[in-house]
C-alpha cells in the first residue's frame, strides 16, 4: 500500500457528460501528480499541483482540469467525455517538488469507461 | 524532451530464470531512474531507482545497472518467481523536471 488513495475505483458514464476523480495524497507529500493509462498510450503525465499551485503541464486536454485543495487533496475533472478518454487515470504525490530524484508513489487507480 | 525505449514488450521465463529489461534515454542530463512494478488493477510501484552517481545497485533478488555513456538502464531479476509476473515500467528524469518519462512496459510472466 503506497499510501496514496484515490475514488472512484471504477466509473461509467456515457460521452458528454462530466466527472470527477479524487486524489488523497501520502501524508506530509505535498505534489500531486495525475497520469492517464490506455493501451495504446503506456502511462502519460497529465498535470501536477505543489502545495496548491499548478506547477508542471503535460498531455492534459483542455476539456481535463485539475485543482489542489488547502488540504493537500487534489481532484481530476473531465468533461464532455469522449469514448477515447477511456482509460486508468492514476494520481501519485511525492514529497517536495524541484528535487529530481522525488520518488513518485503512486495510487490504485480509477478506471473511467465512457460508454 | 526525453524519450525512453524499454525492451521486450513481453519477456516469458521459467521459475527460477533470471530476467532483464532494457531501457534508453535520450536526455543525457537525466539523472534519476527509477523502476515501477505493475500488478493486475493495481497502481505503478516502485521496485528499485538509481541516481546517476551510480552505476550498480542491488535490493535482494533485483538490481539495476546504468551506463551513461550509452545511456541506457537495465533491470535484473534473479531466481524469478510467480509472484514476479507484472507489468514492469522504466522512467528516466532529468535534472530540470519534475516529471518522469515512462517506458511502454513490459509484461513479465514467470511459468511455474
Known amino acids: 500500500d503506497s499510501g496514496v488513495t484515490q475514488t472512484p475505483k471504477h466509473l461509467i458514464t456515457a460521452t458528454g457528460q462530466r466527472v470527477t476523480l479524487r486524489c488523497s495524497p501520502r501524508?506530509?507529500?505535498?505534489?500531486v501528480y495525475w497520469y492517464q493509462q490506455s493501451l495504446d498510450q503506456g502511462l502519460q503525465f497529465l498535470i501536477q499541483?505543489?502545495?496548491?499551485?499548478?506547477?508542471a503541464k503535460g498531455n492534459i486536454l483542455e476539456r481535463f482540469s485539475a485543482q489542489q485543495f488547502p488540504d493537500l487533496h487534489s481532484e481530476l475533472n473531465l468533461s464532455s467525455l469522449e469514448l477515447g478518454d477511456s482509460a486508468l487515470y492514476f494520481c501519485?504525490?511525492?514529497?517536495?517538488?524541484?528535487?529530481?530524484?522525488?520518488?513518485?508513489?503512486f495510487g490504485p487507480g480509477t478506471r473511467l469507461t465512457v460508454l | 524532451g526525453e524519450n525512453v525505449e524499454q525492451h521486450p514488450s513481453t519477456l516469458s521465463v521459467q521459475e527460477g530464470d533470471s530476467a532483464v529489461i532494457k531501457c534508453t534515454y535520450s536526455?543525457?542530463?537525466?539523472?534519476?531512474f527509477p523502476w515501477y512494478k505493475q500488478e493486475l488493477g493495481k497502481g505503478p510501484q516502485l521496485i528499485i531507482d538509481?541516481?546517476?552517481?551510480?552505476g550498480e545497485k542491488k535490493d535482494q533478488r533485483i538490481a539495476v545497472t546504468l551506463n551513461k555513456t550509452a545511456k541506457h538502464f537495465s533491470l535484473h531479476i534473479t531466481e524469478t518467481q510467480p509472484e514476479d509476473s507484472a507489468v514492469y515500467f522504466c522512467?528516466?528524469?532529468?535534472?530540470?523536471?519534475?516529471?518522469?518519462?515512462f517506458g511502454r512496459g513490459t509484461s513479465l510472466i514467470v511459468h511455474p
Open positions: 501519485a504525490s511525492s514529497a517536495r517538488t524541484g528535487y529530481s530524484t522525488d520518488t513518485q508513489y
Open positions: 499541483y505543489y502545495n496548491g499551485e499548478e506547477r
Open positions: 501524508s506530509g507529500d505535498l505534489s
Open positions: 538509481i541516481r546517476s552517481n551510480v
Open positions: 536526455d543525457s542530463a537525466s539523472n534519476y
Open positions: 522512467a528516466a528524469r532529468e535534472g530540470g523536471s519534475y516529471i518522469p518519462t
